[in-house]
C-alpha cells in the first residue's frame, strides 16, 4: 500500500557559484558538458528532506535516516519539485527538473537513534590552507582521517543558509535546528580542508540523524576515508563521517561520496 505526500517546489539557487569547486561556475561547468554551474549536491538533498520532516516532523531531525542520489544537475533559477511516497514503512523520494529525475532518495525512522562509540573516530588536524596537498589517492588514501576546522554556528549564518536553499518550515528558524544541508556542506569540508581540489562532484550521502544541533553549537567532523576507487573514469571517494557538536556530542553519522575528479577533468 502507496500514499503519496503534498509535493513541494521551489526555484532553485545555486549558493556556490564563488566556491572554489569551480563545477558550481557557469563557464567552468560548460565546458564539461553541463547547461551551467551546478547547484550544490547538499543543497538538493537538503531540497529533498523536506519530505521526510513534512511526514515524521521534529523526531525525523532526532532519528531519522535518509538517502539521497543526485543523477542529473540542477541549475540556478529553475524550478525543481520533490515529491514523495509513504511506501514499505519509509519514504521514496524524488526530485525533478526540467521533466527529468535530477535525484532520488529514501528515508525511515528508526524506533531510536544508533548508539555511537566516540572513540572509534580518530581526531586529526587538518593542513593550513595554503599548504593542503592535492586531491589524490595518497590525501585520500583508505583509512585516512579527515577532520575540519571547527566553526560556529551563527544566527547570521542560518538565516543566511535558510533562504538560500528556500526552506518553507520552520521549526528550523524557530528552534534554531541546524539542517540537514549545513551537515553535509560540513562533511564536504572533511574533503575540501584536507586537499586542493580542482572542479568536483558530490554525488550522494546517507545520513543518520543521532539528535539536532542548533544554532551558537560548534561544528566539527571525523571523517575516515571509506573507500577510494575509479569507475566509469571518475575517481570517487567515500567518507564515514561522525558530525559532533561542541567536541563530543554526536549530532549525525554520514556516509557521503564524492567524484574528486571527474574523467572531464582528465580528459581536458
Known amino acids: 500500500m502507496s500514499k503519496p505526500v503534498a509535493p513541494y517546489s521551489l526555484v532553485a539557487f545555486n549558493a556556490a557559484k564563488a566556491s572554489e569547486n569551480k563545477m558550481h561556475d557557469d563557464t567552468v561547468a560548460k565546458k564539461f558538458g553541463f547547461s551551467g554551474g551546478l547547484v550544490p549536491g547538499v543543497d538538493v538533498f537538503a531540497y529533498m528532506s523536506h519530505a521526510p520532516l513534512d511526514v515524521w516532523g521534529k523526531a525525523f531531525l532526532e532519528r531519522g535516516h535518509m538517502e539521497g542520489r543526485f543523477g542529473k544537475p540542477l541549475y540556478d533559477g529553475e524550478t525543481a519539485t520533490v515529491t514523495a511516497v509513504e511506501r514499505d514503512g ?34 586529526s588536524t587538518p593542513p593550513d590552507n595554503d599548504h593542503r596537498p ?16 571547527p566553526y560556529r554556528m551563527t544566527e547570521e549564518m542560518q538565516a543566511d543558509y535558510l533562504k538560500s536553499i528556500c526552506e518553507a518550515d520552520p521549526i528550523y528558524a524557530k528552534e534554531g535546528i541546524i539542517h540537514s544541508g549545513t551537515i553535509l556542506r560540513c562533511c564536504n569540508w572533511a574533503l575540501t580542508h584536507n586537499a586542493k581540489m580542482g572542479p568536483w562532484i ?6 543518520q540523524h543521532l539528535r539536532p544541533g542548533h544554532v551558537g553549537d560548534e561544528i566539527s567532523v571525523r571523517a575516515k576515508v571509506a573507500k577510494n576507487y575509479e569507475n566509469k573514469g571518475h575517481k570517487i571517494v567515500e567518507l564515514d563521517a561522525l558530525v559532533l557538536v561542541n567536541g563530543t556530542t554526536p549530532i549525525a553519522r554520514v556516509a557521503h561520496a564524492a567524484i574528486y575528479e571527474p574523467r572531464q577533468v582528465r580528459a581536458a
Not at 94 to 112: D, F, H, K, L, Y
Not at 202 to 207: A, D, K, P, R
Open 202 to 207: 558530490h554525488v550522494g550521502s546517507t545520513i
Open 90 to 123: 519509509g519514504l521514496d523520494i524524488q526530485i525533478e527538473s526540467r521533466g527529468v529525475i535530477c535525484g532520488t532518495g529514501r528515508a525511515t525512522m528508526p524506533a531510536a537513534a544508533p548508539a555511537i562509540a566516540l572513540d572509534d573516530f580518530e581526531m
Open 134 to 149: 592535492p586531491a589524490d589517492e595518497r590525501s585520500y588514501k583508505v583509512g585516512n582521517w579527515l577532520n575540519i576546522r
